[in-house]
């Protein structure tokens, strides 16, 4: 339990500028499991983030055996579909979605999460650690897009969750902040879009522009 | 307002697992002002984090000019303080701090958050958007690492949120998260000590070891 350095693994050697600009969500996912080695520079590069205090309150759990993730996957399935429930949209089915609808490619993954090779569900210790949980994620995602890993961080409704941490012995003291499905992608990774920044950003008040 | 596609800026050239684990909290901070281009640079890599739906909820507020981070530092010197009284620390001062408390570089920061030449306040636009506002924080402080601009993830006390959102008309709905100060480093980046990963990941089920 000592703490320790850690050299940078030679692996995540491509320019952070590159990783961060070609990070998108990927949500159809080969079969191919993920090696050990780089499952472990995952969660070297997660452990890294900042965090309050360094108290590291940050668990992940990680499914790989495939009992353990086409259940999570039901789950997963009946979580995302609850969601559209609540958002009272009429759709109970993948075919009814519009095509041009944001929700197409989310409801794929809700089908596909039980094929991922490897989930990553991540908890803070105890409520209230969304500071020091969430950056640990991204850091995550983005060493998987080095390795040429895609991934997607999304959510579960709360219908599920007591079923989750059922499922996996959960303490009821943690917090439950993502799940991250992971695999080498079957499309590619690219370009994002995104609003300029200069409809994000104020400088100095609320809604006054930045000088770009 | 038309989403944009964006080239990966060549400054974010360093190796991606070099920024990560050199990383660390950097808090005692040179005069020396941020310029515009990483300013920018900056949001654009923050812009680019994971976020649900592409909705992009997280706005920045950064502060340069100096009455706005000397007001907003004497506040947050409040909300810290306050902090420590909450946690029921008898400290009112730096120097009472024992040495080899955790509070020590903290409290440091206390008295020095009026002198940033940046600090960046990170919102959801409105409530539990957690998930879709961290990620791109961690990109912020990474881009900033790989510029060779320190900072630290802070929050604030909620003695002082109010005051806050008056100072810089936030509007009621949107939710704070965290705030950023940044500078070039008066001490060094280097490397970070964390628990092992086979102690803060589990494998399968919660407390089950990983292979490593």
């Given amino acids: 339990m000592k703490p320790i350095r850690l050299d940078p693994p030679p692996e995540l050697s491509m320019p952070i500028g590159e990783a961060m600009f070609s990070q998108r969500a990927i949500r159809r996912l080969k079969p191919d499991p993920i090696e050990k080695a780089h499952l472990k520079i995952l969660l070297d590069a997660a452990s890294k983030a900042p965090n309050g205090g360094n108290y590291q309150p940050g668990r992940y759990l990680f499914l790989r055996e495939r009992s353990s993730v086409e259940t999570f996957g039901a789950l997963y399935h009946e979580a995302w579909w609850a969601k559209r429930r609540d958002e009272g949209h009429a759709w109970t089915r993948r075919e009814e979605i519009p095509d041009d609808s944001v929700f197409r490619m989310p409801a794929l993954l809700a089908d596909e999460m039980r094929n991922a090779p490897l ?49 996996f012995d959960v303490p009821e003291q943690a917090e439950f902040h993502g799940c991250i499905p992971l695999g080498y992608p079957r499309g590619r990774f690219g370009p994002t879009s995104r609003r300029p920044t200069n409809t994000t950003t104020y400088a100095e008040r609320w809604n006054q522009p930045p000088p770009w």
Same sequence: chains 1, 2.
Avoid: K
């Fill in 119 to 167: 989930i990553v569900l991540a908890f803070g210790l105890h409520a209230g650690m969304a500071h020091s949980v969430f950056p640990g994620m991204q850091n995550l995602m983005l060493a998987a897009r080095a390795l040429g890993i895609g991934s997607t961080l999304t959510t579960l409704h709360p219908q599920v969750i007591d079923r989750v941490y059922a499922l």
